[in-house]
């Protein structure tokens, strides 16, 4: 437990749908990031958020669209997505300061569009 | 951000020493070296994390030389459980940008 919770953990959605995942940390953490990591590649920085504003988008297509209402929750809303988007999307926090490269990552959701 | 590159995959025996060696040639003066290791269908655990010479902690212990163009995180006594990838980052969380991981070392412990 890293203190790190995303849900759903599994998720199913046709293309024509519209779903969130959920990420939420109570750790002080004022940085969260979104990740995709698609079956045996690395992890892939997709969103940046610090204290609430996005300082990051890595050019990720706007059917991903993030909101960070405030710094311990997360979401990414999905709408019409792709097979080719089936992928485990994992949500990290950090405190950042000089001194320190420690993110918590989440279990992740194994998501699958058909 | 510093490019790091580490091998592929490697090969172990129950009870063994592992060293996974990382190049970063260009890390920059403000960078740390971190580790993490990731099980399949997990997040990104972290393991140890070092600025130069030797850190050491009840996972694992990393060796930075003197020039910090490169790093070795040394596991003792492997046992099947530490099969995993290992990713070695470099770079500071300034909360701007995100550190980026590599293609890690897949690390494969046999009985």
């Known amino acids: 437990e890293t203190g790190v919770t995303q849900t759903p953990r599994h998720l199913v959605m046709g293309m024509t749908n519209k779903k969130s995942l959920k990420c939420e940390q109570h750790l002080g953490h004022n940085a969260m990031y979104w990740y995709k990591q698609s079956a045996k590649k690395p992890l892939e920085l997709m969103f940046v958020?610090?204290?609430?504003?996005?300082?990051e988008n890595n050019s990720v297509p706007s059917r991903f669209s993030p909101e960070c209402p405030n710094s311990s929750h997360l979401f990414l809303h999905l709408h019409t997505l792709q097979p080719e988007d089936s992928a485990l999307y994992l949500c990290?926090?950090?405190?950042?300061?000089?001194?320190?490269?420690?993110?918590?990552f989440g279990q992740g959701t194994r998501l699958t569009v058909v | 951000l510093a490019k790091t590159t580490q091998p592929v995959s490697m090969d172990s025996y129950e009870g063994q020493e592992v060293n996974i060696t990382c190049s970063h040639n260009?890390?920059?003066?403000?960078?740390?070296i971190t580790w993490y290791q990731q099980f399949p269908s997990q997040g990104p655990r972290f393991i140890i994390q070092?600025?130069?010479t030797k850190v050491t902690n009840e996972v694992a212990s990393l060796f930075i030389p003197a020039d910090r163009k490169s790093s070795t995180l040394s596991l003792p006594r492997v046992s099947l459980s530490d099969t995993a990838v290992y990713y070695c980052l470099v770079g500071l969380d300034t909360g701007r940008r995100a550190l980026t991981f590599g293609s890690g070392t897949r690390l494969q412990v046999q009985p």
């Open positions: 070092g600025y130069k």
């Open positions: 990290a926090s950090s405190l950042p300061g000089e001194g320190t490269t420690e993110a918590f």
């Open positions: 260009n890390i920059a003066t403000n960078d740390y």
């Open positions: 958020y610090n204290f609430k504003e996005q300082t």
